[in-house]
């Protein structure tokens, strides 16, 4: 089958600042990952350029082998670096960040799906940048509730957990270990511990959904409360992995961001190179919480 070519209005900025390296060596010095480049994320220059980085921490290898993503699969064997908490706590403070986003791989090789060590890089980097907002993108903990009441006694400012793609997708996009109902849970789940946290969660798009199952995961997320919703374009990282069905105009970005704000989220980013982690969003959040 020949495949579709990308579309106009899917273009990555390419670097062209200083700042672009001068991140890249920021991060290589304190020995950090980022999802930027780990998932070969578009919109890397644009964000590097403006001083903004997505951190992956636990390592660059994860347990599970979710069929659209780039991040290498591999049993780390319950090895952690004792340095990261400190070392990312450094690297906000020489980027001189207000507002830090923080992601991991998914550790099934521990106990407490790395929990402990998520919390611990949390109170560093509060401890060596007070007044800093803090964003995490967790994974599920396999539904241990325990490893999730770790992170939200952290009391970050934003949880996100992705739920990826519709229910009827999940068991084609995502490993076998992840499911819908347990993604649901989890965002549910955050809130009944700490409805003061901000939720936030994303969809990727073009993967083969029907208008009325994305319609139905925006319910779903809506009835647990949760607060910000992403949408963007699934982009095909490899030829080993699933290859895009559809490439959505930025007109249907725009319609699902109406049919989404209707439903009722508090913020709302759509569009073909919208991404988890989004500086629109940085920002809606930090003027919102200046506010309430």
């Given at each position: 089958?020949?495949?579709?070519?990308?579309?106009?209005?899917?273009?990555?900025?390419?670097?062209?600042?200083?700042?672009?390296?001068?991140?890249?060596?920021?991060?290589?010095?304190?020995?950090?990952?980022?999802?930027?480049?780990?998932?070969?994320?578009?919109?890397?220059?644009?964000?590097?350029?403006?001083?903004?980085?997505?951190?992956?921490?636990?390592?660059?290898?994860?347990?599970?082998?979710?069929?659209?993503?780039?991040?290498?699969?591999?049993?780390?064997?319950?090895?952690?670096?004792?340095?990261?908490?400190?070392?990312?706590?450094?690297?906000?403070?020489?980027?001189?960040?207000?507002?830090?986003?923080?992601?991991?791989?998914?550790?099934?090789?521990?106990?407490?799906?790395?929990a402990e060590h998520l919390s611990s890089c949390i109170r560093n980097v509060r401890q060596k940048n007070p007044g800093v907002l803090i964003e995490i993108l967790i994974p599920d903990f396999r539904g241990n509730m325990d490893s999730l009441k770790k992170l939200v006694?952290?009391?970050?400012?934003?949880?996100?957990?992705?739920?990826?793609?519709?229910?009827?997708?999940?068991?084609?996009?995502?490993?076998?270990?992840?499911?819908?109902?347990?993604?649901?849970?989890?965002?549910?789940?955050?809130?009944?511990?700490?409805?003061?946290?901000?939720?936030?969660?994303?969809?990727?798009?073009?993967?083969?959904?029907?208008?009325?199952?994305?319609?139905?995961?925006?319910?779903?997320?809506?009835?647990?409360?949760?607060?910000?919703?992403?949408?963007?374009?699934?982009?095909?990282?490899?030829?080993?992995?699933?290859?895009?069905?559809?490439?959505?105009?930025?007109?249907?970005?725009?319609?699902?961001?109406?049919?989404?704000?209707?439903?009722?989220?508090?913020?709302?980013?759509?569009?073909?190179?919208?991404?988890?982690?989004?500086?629109?969003?940085?920002?809606?959040?930090?003027?919102?919480?200046?506010?309430?």
């Amino acid at each position: 089958m020949k495949k579709t070519p990308k579309p106009k209005w899917i273009r990555a900025k390419l670097p062209t600042k200083r700042e672009f390296g001068e991140i890249k060596s920021i991060l290589r010095d304190q020995n950090l990952h980022t999802v930027c480049e780990e998932a070969f994320c578009p919109n890397r220059a644009e964000c590097w350029e403006s001083r903004t980085a997505t951190f992956l921490l636990m390592g660059s290898y994860c347990t599970r082998r979710c069929k659209f993503c780039d991040v290498e699969t591999r049993n780390p064997h319950q090895y952690l670096s004792s340095s990261e908490p400190e070392n990312l706590a450094d690297a906000v403070r020489k980027l001189g960040l207000k507002y830090v986003v923080l992601t991991s791989v998914t550790r099934d090789d521990l106990a407490d799906g790395g929990a402990e060590h998520l919390s611990s890089c949390i109170r560093n980097v509060r401890q060596k940048n007070p007044g800093v907002l803090i964003e995490i993108l967790i994974p599920d903990f396999r539904g241990n509730m325990d490893s999730l009441k770790k992170l939200v006694d952290c009391k970050p400012e934003v949880i996100g957990h992705n739920i990826e793609t519709t229910e009827d997708l999940t068991p084609i996009v995502r490993d076998k270990k992840s499911s819908f109902k347990q993604s649901i849970d989890v965002l549910k789940n955050i809130k009944q511990l700490n409805s003061r946290i901000l939720t936030k969660s994303s969809m990727m798009l073009g993967l083969g959904e029907t208008d009325a199952q994305v319609l139905a995961a925006l319910h779903h997320l809506k009835r647990v409360k949760v607060d910000i919703v992403t949408l963007g374009q699934y982009l095909q990282p490899s030829r080993k992995h699933l290859e895009v069905v559809e490439y959505l105009d930025p007109q249907k970005f725009e319609y699902w961001d109406g049919v989404a704000q209707k439903i009722g989220f508090l913020y709302v980013a759509s569009g073909p190179l919208v991404r988890s982690s989004y500086r629109a969003g940085e920002m809606y959040v930090q003027n919102f919480l200046k506010t309430n």
